[in-house]
């Protein structure tokens, strides 16, 4: 059993940057693929950024590619998503998410979810 707790959301200008932190319980989560979404009022959850137990393969929405970063710290149990260069289409509610798979892109393909974080950015 894995619980996500996601943090860091907030209001920022267009161009801000914000860093969003997926604190995870569990012992063995270090072992989990991790994927950040976002769904916007209106739309699909959307797969956003990834990340495989090892922190060695990262995968992004072609949406985000080149400003936002995944990255992971097992010892602290903690998946983060820095944004930079935010854009207005980039506000929604941000989730992190858990699954056993090696890979995840569909929101089907996850077990585990946090309670999601409010991302706003105003132009």
């Known amino acids: 059993q894995v619980q996500l707790v996601e943090s860091g959301g907030g209001l920022v200008q267009a161009g801000g940057s914000l860093r969003l932190s997926c604190a995870a319980s569990?012992?063995?989560?270090?072992?989990?693929?991790v994927g950040w979404f976002r769904q916007a009022p209106g739309k699909e959850r959307e797969f956003v950024a990834g990340?495989?137990?090892?922190?060695?393969?990262?995968y992004y929405a072609n949406s985000v590619k080149g400003r936002f970063t995944i990255s992971r710290d097992n010892a602290k149990n903690t998946v983060y998503l820095q944004m930079n260069s935010l854009k207005p289409e980039d506000t929604a509610v941000y989730y992190c998410a858990a699954t056993n798979r090696v890979y995840g892109n569909s929101p089907r393909m996850y077990d585990y979810w946090g309670q999601g974080t409010q991302v706003t950015v105003s132009s």
């Open positions: 569990g012992r063995t989560f270090s072992r989990y693929f």
């Open positions: 990340i495989n137990w090892s922190d060695i393969d990262t």
